[in-house]
């Protein structure tokens, strides 16, 4: 039912002139995948060198507070520019991309990088009084960092294989894989 419901929209959205245009033009298409990745490159490196220093690998001798009030302008510019040119590439291929088993895990893994930022920063905020010019972290702060450095390396990782098709619903794919992916008889649209 649901993955009916996701397929129909992103067939929806294949059909509109936009995304027919982006998804053929000869350059706008590059520049908004190639934006997305230099993006990713400055907001995901100053969050880990946050989440470094949070650690204690990086600039142990620069508070932690200095260092997230420096950086969070710059990774939070780079944090929306991404997402726009992600949203435009999804845009671009809805229907692929959709029916992507990277696509889906990077989706979930994009929701829980999000409650562990949320929670990452609200204990921070609480505590980094006590602690700011330590060289590490707290522990549950420092396993915040750890667990953003994980799952942002996954999340890239998935966004580096959605290009590939390994586990595309054109294929006979086993019955747990169409699943992830969402497969839906007889509606393979690429």
Known sequence: MLNELVYNFAVWLDDT????????SYYMYNWVESTHVLTLMVSLGMLFIIDLRMLGYALPEVPASKIAERLNVPMLVGFSA??????LLF???PVRSSQSVWFRIKMVLLVVCAVNAFLFHKRLNESVSTWDTEARAPGR??????LSLGFWSIVVMCGRFIAYDWFD???DQSALVEFLAGCVDGQVRF
């Not at 936009?18 to 053929?24: A, G, K, V």
């Not at 702060?141 to 750890?146: N, S």
Request: glycine share 8%.
């Open 169 to 171: 619903c054109q294929y």
């Open 17 to 24: 002139p936009w995304s027919t245009l982006l998804h053929e």
């Open 141 to 146: 702060i420092r396993m915040g960092a750890a």
């Open 82 to 87: 991404m997402f726009i040119t992600g949203i």
């Open 91 to 93: 845009y671009a291929v």
